[in-house]
């Protein structure tokens, strides 16, 4: 299976800072159809994932401008512009590129 | 808008079988434009995809390699629901369980909609 590695598993930051993830890929993740299948999800205590990213840099409908993701072939990269409170919650990557789906194992943001 | 509402039992004892459903609102089972999947969430194996069910012009089921010979996902179009069947559980199955959404046009939608999961502890 296609291995996500996600760094750090761990993230303290301040409020108002920036923060980011990364996410890389044991296979490039470029399909045969032109896209690139990695995704970002976010999920808060208690709560089901979300998504927040789709290939690679698209936002979902009503994700704050403040998340961005970027990256190509086997790396990627979330960054969170200005964290606020409700950030808090552990972070996925994820690949649809190659079968089966698999995730990477998660991030947790917390405020320091 | 699209909702997906979990049902089953929370607890299943060793060796039986575990049943879950995921009713479907404001899309269809049978849509040719979805899949649906079930992913399950573990401390010990994170977040691992299961399977998935959709239709195009007849159905297909895909399961993953893990749990390949114990699990069925079956399609219900007369409720706008499916299912899943994990037969011959242990304390390893363990896990919250989701039902998550693909859509497919121009591009893959993968997981775009997800249940709200459902706890499930394999145990005596």
């Known amino acids: 299976d296609n291995v996500m590695t996600q760094s750090p598993l761990s993230l303290p930051v301040t409020l108002g800072q920036p923060a980011s993830i990364s996410c890389r890929s044991s296979q490039s993740l470029v399909f045969r159809d032109g896209n690139t299948y990695l995704n970002w999800f976010q999920q808060r205590p208690g709560q089901s994932p979300r998504r927040l990213i789709y290939?690679?840099?698209n936002r979902d409908s009503g994700v704050p401008d403040r998340f961005s993701g970027s990256g190509s072939g086997t790396d990627f990269e979330l960054k969170i512009s200005r964290v606020e409170a409700e950030d808090v919650g552990v972070y996925y990557c994820m690949q649809g590129t190659h079968w089966p789906r698999t995730f990477g194992q998660g991030t947790k943001v917390e405020i320091k | 808008q699209v909702h997906l509402q979990q049902s089953g039992p929370g607890l299943v004892k060793p060796s039986q079988t575990l049943s879950l459903t995921c009713a479907i609102s404001?899309?269809?089972?049978?849509?040719?434009?979805?899949?649906w999947n079930w992913i399950r969430q573990s401390p010990s194996r994170g977040l691992e995809w299961l399977a998935r069910t959709y239709y195009r012009s007849e159905w297909f089921n895909d399961y993953a390699l893990s749990v390949k010979s114990r699990i069925t996902i079956n399609p219900d179009t007369s409720k706008n629901q499916f299912s899943l069947q994990l037969n011959s559980v242990t304390p390893e199955d363990t896990a919250v369980y989701y039902c998550?959404?693909?859509?497919?046009?121009?591009?893959?939608?993968?997981?775009?909609?997800w249940g709200q999961g459902t706890v499930v502890t394999v145990s005596s």
């Open positions: 404001g899309d269809s089972v049978s849509s040719n434009g979805a899949a």
């Open positions: 998550a959404r693909d859509r497919y046009g121009d591009y893959d939608d993968i997981f775009d909609i």
């Open positions: 290939n690679v840099s």
